[in-house]
C-alpha cells in the first residue's frame, strides 16, 4: 500500500539525524526524534524535547527524504523522548516499513503495550530497552517506578521475533553495587548491554568505565561501552 503523503504530512517529528554509525549496531541509520516523555531522568540530554509540543517539523518531508537516500541507508532508529507516548508512531513505523529499511526502536519500556503490539505487527527489526537502575533506585533516577520496564524486559527476555539490547547510563547515582544488582537480577541472560557515559557533572571517569565493565562481564559477558 502507498503512502498517503497528505496524510504524512499531518504528522509532525522533534528532529533526525540523517546518517548515523553508532544507533543502530552494524548498520548505516538515520535517527528520527520524537518529542515527549513519560519519564523525568535526571541526566537526560534530550532534555528539550521532553515536551511533545516539539514535534514541530514534517515527517513527510523526512519521509521523502528518506525516500531519497535509501542506497546509502541500511536502517532508520526512531527515539525520543520516549517513542512509545507518540500517538502517530505506529503511522510512523508502518510508512518507513514501505521504504525497506530496518527499523530500530528505542524505548524506556513504560508502555509494555505498545512494545508487544509492535513486535507482532512485525513494525520493527531491532528494540533497545533502556534499564536505568536497580528497583530501589528506579523512582530517584527516572521519577518512576519500576515495574512497567519489567513487564517489558521480560517480555523481551522471552519473545523470539525482535533481537534487543538493553541499556544503561552511568548515572553517578548508581553505584558499582547498584550495577552488580542490577546485572544479576535485570539484565543476566540478555545477548548484549549497552553502558554508556553520562553527560553531566560527576559522571564515572574512564579508568572507572573500564574496572566496572570488567567486573559486569562476571554476569553479562558481552558488553558494549559508548560515549567515551
Known sequence: ????????????????????????????????????????????????????????????????????RIKWLDAVVISGGEPTVYPELMQILSALRQLGLLIKLDTNGLRPDVVRRVVEMKLVDYIALDVKAPPEKYV??????????????????????????????????????????????LIKGTDCWQIQQCRIEGAYPLDKIKDLVEILKMYVPYIVVKGI
Not at 503523503?5 to 504528522?11: C, E, G, P, R, T
Not at 518512576?144 to 521475533?161: A, D, G, H, S
Not at 539490547?165 to 553495587?177: A, F, Q, V
Open 1 to 68: 500500500m502507498d503512502c498517503d503523503l497528505k496524510q504524512l504530512d499531518k504528522i509532525k517529528v522533534a528532529g533526525w539525524q540523517k546518517l548515523s554509525l553508532i544507533d543502530y549496531p552494524g548498520k548505516m541509520a538515520a535517527v528520527i526524534f520524537l518529542a515527549g516523555c513519560n519519564m523525568r531522568c535526571h541526566y537526560c540530554h534530550n532534555r528539550q524535547i521532553l515536551n511533545a509540543e516539539q514535534n514541530k517539523i514534517s515527517f513527510k518531508a523526512v519521509w521523502l527524504d528518506l525516500s531519497r
Open 140 to 185: 530517584l533516577v527516572t521519577g518512576v517506578p519500576i515495574n512497567k520496564m519489567v513487564e517489558t524486559l521480560r517480555y523481551l527476555q522471552t519473545q523470539k521475533q525482535v533481537p534487543y539490547m538493553l541499556r544503561t547510563t552511568l548515572s553517578p547515582r548508581l553505584d558499582e553495587n547498584d550495577l552488580k544488582e542490577m546485572a544479576q537480577n
